[in-house]
């Protein structure tokens, strides 16, 4: 080993430098020490940030879906015949499914649905509700079927015939059922007609 003679102040001021750096070193690991909860905490902000974003912009397409959706659905329906929504509307279950179906299918799977309602239920997707003039033949030939019968009632004194519902939950009879049977009641209780060649 080789000895170095140095000066005293030179001595000094080497072990100065080095009592300093100590002293920064150790202050940088006290400064480190405070910064790194900071810097977790911060990063754990920012995590939770773009979670809330994220969260936020999702609930905003969902809602922008569903507004679409809803729209789409309205559109769709409009544009369907009076006679095929009957149809649907009859059967709750057809319909509740229907209604999501128009708001999530796309244009081909939508006439795909559309077109096995219309074989299953037999009316044509813009078949429309009956016509003036189809209400009026109809209206005729009652107007006839109680001519027949004696002419004691009319169409709507038929319409208004409602029997008392039966307690043991029988079906209703139908319109057609409930004329014919107050026609045959007509023709019973009617006077009897003077013989036409009688003078």
Known sequence: ?????IEDSELATLRRERD???SEATAEKARVADLTPKLESAEAAKATAEETAAAEKKRADDLEQSVAGAELATKRYDALGAAFKAKIDAIPSVKEALSAQAKTLDNDAWE???AEIEALAGVKRDQGAASDDDNKDDKDGKDAI???NGGTFSTEEVARFRPTPDPS???MPSDQERAA???KLASIFSPPKANAGAK
């Open 1 to 5: 080993m080789t000895l170095v003679q």
């Open 20 to 22: 300093e750096a100590k």
């Open 112 to 114: 795909a649905r559309l």
């Open 146 to 148: 109680a001519a027949l």
């Open 169 to 171: 939950g029988s079906t």
């Open 181 to 183: 049977t107050v026609g």
